[in-house]
């Protein structure tokens, strides 16, 4: 009796330590969550906040969800991440979304080798441990302070996002004035949800004469136009009814009607930087108008990223893999123990 005792003992202690091992196994860690890869609105702060709140090991996988031709992942040393020097990257993808295993434990670091993108924030430092247990994030240094660029007279086509917005002051109790930023967090950008995202931002929302649109962006990156309806319909740039290149951009109510914005970068109006508003002239609510379909020449990227529809994976649970693991030296000790009771 007693020696069976102590195997039903030492097969409980075997199975305690196979369930252990699964609750620290392998885990999927999507870069930002639902920011995904691309130019922080919060700078570099952005990437090292989310990183603090994670524990990373050996064998875990990085996912970087962006947009082929927009940005890029490459891995660096940590003096060329300080520096955000991208001539002699250790590996880089410019495929998005890009999948990274963690094969070796220790400080490992990423950014984007677009101009100005690392400097903007793009970037981000773990360090990884051999197992599950928690580590400390390595200490970024101090962010380069982002250059104050003139508006560009030839547009890159590698769209950005603005710096942090200032949060907009809701207005007291009877006045009429509000102040919207436009896309809230997002942004004025190339969105991660396509050409109907700024569509879904003016749901429930009701635009009067005197409001007052706030477009936060990042100047050379992006710019807003003022278009007729056939031109934002059709994504024509070039005869716009006014163009402010400098963000953050306000633009003030001053009429009521129908009123369109859109970028005049290359191919950011078609991948769904546009904004149509109905204005009203009292505290009436208006229905925001129908916007047409994007113009069929119009090429969207279909690949999944931080500037183009992205369906991101789901975020992985505590437990991370399935139970599945240990599935099969589990069924074995239980016909042992049935055996021993027997």
Partial sequence: MERKLSTLLLVFATIFVLLQHVSIAQ???????????????????AYSSWAARKTF?????????????????????KADFDSCNTASPISISTNGP??????SAGSHYYLCTFPS?????????ISVSGSGSPTPQPTPARPVTPPTATPATSPSSNPSRAPAPSVSVAPAPGSVAQTYIVGDNMGWNVPTGGPVSYQRWTNGKSFKVGDT?????????????????????????????????????????????????????????SLGQKLAINVTG??????????????????????????????????????????AVAALPVTFLSFALLRLLN
């Fill in 282 to 323: 009292s505290d009436s609510a208006a229905p925001t108008p129908s916007i047409a379909a994007t113009p069929s020449g119009s090429t969207v990227p279909s690949a999944p990223s931080g500037d183009s529809p992205v369906t991101s994976p789901p975020a992985p649970s505590a437990s991370g893999p399935s139970l």
């Fill in 57 to 77: 090991a050996v064998g875990d996988t990085l996912v970087f969800n962006f947009t082929t031709g927009f940005h890029s992942v490459a891995e660096v040393s």
């Fill in 27 to 45: 885990q999927t860690h999507v870069v930002g969550d639902a920011l995904a890869w691309t130019v922080p609105n919060g700078g570099a702060s």
């Fill in 117 to 125: 993108h690392c400097t903007l924030g793009q970037k981000l430092a």
């Fill in 98 to 103: 890009t999948n990274i295993t963690l094969r």
């Fill in 213 to 269: 649109l706030v477009f936060n962006f990042v100047n050379g990156a992006h710019n807003v136009a003022t278009v007729s309806k056939a031109a934002y319909d059709s994504c024509n740039t070039t005869s716009p009814i006014n163009t402010i290149s400098t963000g953050p951009a306000r633009i003030t109510l001053t009429n009521s009607g129908e009123h369109y914005y859109v970028c005049t970068f290359p191919r950011h109006c």
